[in-house]
């Protein structure tokens, strides 16, 4: 006989009914009963590693709420060394978010070292990561490198007129990856800053002031005094020119065909391009009423073309 998955072994000859009712009865409660108490000791045998496991995430919790204490601190304190620094607000932004993330990064390890898991493999998994990313992104991240190195030395700032062998203009954008140039005609110019930060550039407008000079070939027959004067006389009228600085007009060279003269004269580095234009149209104006012949190139056929009537 089986009851309930309990095997019972009977006489031969068989018992009565209520003697078979009875047992079925006791084996029943006794299985009722066993149920209860195996359930029970699985689970005190549980309680231990329970246990243990709380008071991990407890601990890992403290650990977490005193470390994003201390992160903030310290964030705090790295955003006021960058101010006094005077770090461009993109790069400081990007500094600190940066340090930030690695700080974070640091505490989840130690807390997950704390509940258990095997902070090797992580750190592993991150670095093979790390290195495919990079590897796949490696001109990126040299244009990247070379606009956090551009944000951090200053050798420009936007607003300031650049001359490199990529391009010129007035600098409007300085990014992580590229840098932007509005042109003299507004057309706009985008370098990578890899390449901007690994070659020679002039800044133009770095400092407060800029020297203007200018030269104009005479011919050899025009007053050369007279020429002087009027160049002298044009650059001390110009209102723009500092007259506090030394104005000097000179003879630049003796050529084959003209005189070359020349003159120079101190201002703002803001009214440069203006005051050049300025002075260029009012030579030519100024020469050309006072009879003062401004040399040219002149091209003649050659004699053997020439016909003659």
Same mark, same amino acid.
């Given at each position: ?9 009977? *006489? #031969?000859?068989?018992? *009565?009914? #209520? ?12 299985? @009722? $009963? ?13 309680? *231990? /590693? ?26 705090? &304190?790295? +955003? ?22 690695? &700080? ?13 898991? +095997? ?40 607003? /300031?007129?650049?001359?490199?062998? =990529?391009?010129?203009?007035?600098? %409007? ?9 509005? !042109? ?7 370098? *990578?800053?890899? !390449? ?11 400092m407060s002031k800029r020297r203007l000079d200018l030269t104009v ?17 044009? =650059?001390?009228? %110009? ?12 003879? @630049? ?16 580095? /803001? ?6 234009? #300025? ?6 104006? !100024?020469f050309d009423e006072e009879g003062i012949e401004i040399a040219h190139? $002149? ?8 016909? !003659? /009537?």
């Open positions: 006989m089986i009851l309930r998955g309990v095997e019972i072994g009977l *006489p #031969e000859e068989g018992l *009565p009914e #209520e003697t078979l009712a009875v047992i079925q009865k006791e084996v029943q409660e006794n299985l @009722d $009963q066993l149920r209860p108490n195996v359930i029970l000791e699985t689970m005190k045998g549980w309680i *231990p /590693d329970l246990l243990a496991f709380g008071i991990k995430l407890l601990i890992a919790l403290i650990i977490f709420a005193v470390g994003s204490r201390i992160i903030k601190l310290i964030y705090g &304190m790295l +955003n006021r060394s960058f101010q006094r620094m005077g770090l461009e607000s993109s790069v400081k932004k990007f500094l600190l978010s940066v340090l930030n993330a690695a &700080m974070y990064c640091v505490l989840c390890f130690i807390i997950a070292g704390q509940i258990g898991v +095997n902070s090797a493999s992580i750190v592993a998994l991150l670095g093979s990561a790390s290195i495919a990313i990079g590897l796949a992104v490696q001109g990126s991240l040299a244009n990247f490198a070379g606009g956090v190195l551009i944000l951090m030395v200053k050798p420009f700032r936007t607003g /300031d007129y650049i001359v490199s062998e =990529y391009g010129e203009g007035t600098v %409007h954008t300085i990014g992580l990856v590229y840098t932007v140039l509005n !042109t003299i005609d507004y057309k706009q110019v985008v370098i *990578p800053n890899g !390449t901007l930060a690994n070659s020679a550039l002039t800044n133009a407008t770095a070939s005479i011919g050899y027959d025009s007053d050369l005094k007279r020429a002087k004067q009027l160049l002298k006389q044009l =650059y001390y009228d %110009h209102p723009s020119i500092n007259k506090e600085e030394d104005i000097q007009v000179y003879v @630049d060279s003796l050529g084959e065909n003209s005189v070359v003269i020349g003159g120079r004269g101190w201002l703002s580095a /803001d009214d440069y391009w203006n005051t050049r234009w #300025e002075l260029i149209e009012q030579i030519k104006l !100024t190139n $002149q091209l003649y056929g050659n004699r053997k073309d020439c016909k !003659t /009537d």
